[in-house]
């Protein structure tokens, strides 16, 4: 079982994948951050800020600190 383990590690050995490949791979990871693109991420921060914003207002309404 074991005997041989080294030559068939060898021979699966990975090939060199063509340049399209490696561009695509590279591009993906370059651009991506947990499955989102540049533009999901900026929405995501944008409606982080709000809900932080009307959350700290709720919270100064709920505490007396700020009146109408």
């Not at 990871?29 to 959350?55: D, E, H, K, S």
Request: hydrophobic share 45%; with cysteine; aromatic share 12%.
């Amino acid at each position: 079982m074991f005997d041989d383990l080294r030559q068939q590690a060898n021979e699966g050995e990975l090939e060199e994948p063509e340049s399209d490949e490696v561009e695509d791979t590279v591009h993906m990871q370059g651009n991506y951050f947990l499955g989102m693109t540049p533009q999901q991420r900026f929405l995501l921060a944008v409606m982080f800020v709000i809900w932080i914003c009307i959350m700290s207002a709720f919270c100064l309404l709920a505490t007396g600190k700020v009146g109408f």
